[in-house]
């Protein structure tokens, strides 16, 4: 079935540092995929989201890039902020489209 | 514009007594409902979905039902809990099929259960 692969976590950073998450997926067809985000306690937030191969969503300063080539979706930041410290999930709409697949996120820890 | 609430935030229950949570969706009729549990340091699995009243899927065998007594309203249940069902569990609703062509969920603030 389709799946999700991110990297493990915690990814640690310094205030200001560039920021990759990898994300890597399998699937039949042409899932639409996302990127959201959970601050501590909260629910999830959609970040970006890109439909279809080579879109770009982009979001805050995050990017990500659509690759069907290599099957990935890695989310990027060029500076990231304290604030920008959360649990990141990648995410493909699942092939009935009624579902969405998650991967099992990547805690971001951002120090000043 | 839609806003999802989920009630209570926080919740502490005894092993064996009943669960209710409960998840309504303002601002967008006949929405696609779910229900996920996320445990401590995990990811998100699927409970349950709905499109439609009378129309509930099941993800995963376990002691929680869910049901859809009226269009925007989701309800997660359990007639006895284990320590197993604690957890952080969200609402997420969806426009799916319903006049939209995009996939996204939007989710609820989540309840946290603790089950003692």
């Known amino acids: 079935g389709d799946s999700v692969t991110q990297m493990e976590g915690p990814v640690t950073l310094s205030e200001e540092a560039f920021l990759t998450i990898n994300c890597t997926y399998t699937?039949?067809?042409?899932?639409?995929l996302f990127w959201y985000v959970q601050y501590p306690g909260e629910g999830l937030q959609l970040l970006l989201k890109?439909?279809?191969?080579?879109d770009k969503g982009s979001n805050k300063g995050f990017e990500a890039t659509y690759r069907k080539e290599t099957t990935s979706f890695h989310l990027e930041k060029g500076s990231v902020q304290v604030s920008d410290s959360a649990v990141y999930f990648c995410a493909l709409s699942e092939r009935s489209f009624q579902k969405l697949v998650f991967g099992t996120g990547t805690r971001l820890l951002v120090s000043p | 514009s839609q806003t999802i609430h989920q009630w209570p935030a926080t919740l502490v229950q005894p092993v064996g007594s009943p669960l209710s949570l409960e998840c309504t969706v303002e601002g967008t009729s006949n929405p696609n409902l779910y229900w996920y549990r996320q445990a401590a340091g995990r990811g998100l699995q699927l409970l349950f979905y709905s499109i439609g009243i009378d129309q509930i899927s099941s993800e995963v065998p376990q002691n929680l039902s869910a049901s859809r007594p009226q269009d925007r309203q989701f309800i997660l249940s359990s007639k006895k809990l284990l320590l197993s069902d604690s957890g952080f569990y969200l609402c997420a609703w969806s426009a799916l099929g319903k006049g939209a062509r995009t996939y996204e969920q939007y989710f609820g603030p989540g309840t946290r259960l603790t089950v003692t």
């Open positions: 699937a039949t067809g042409y899932p639409s």
């Open positions: 890109a439909t279809k191969a080579d």
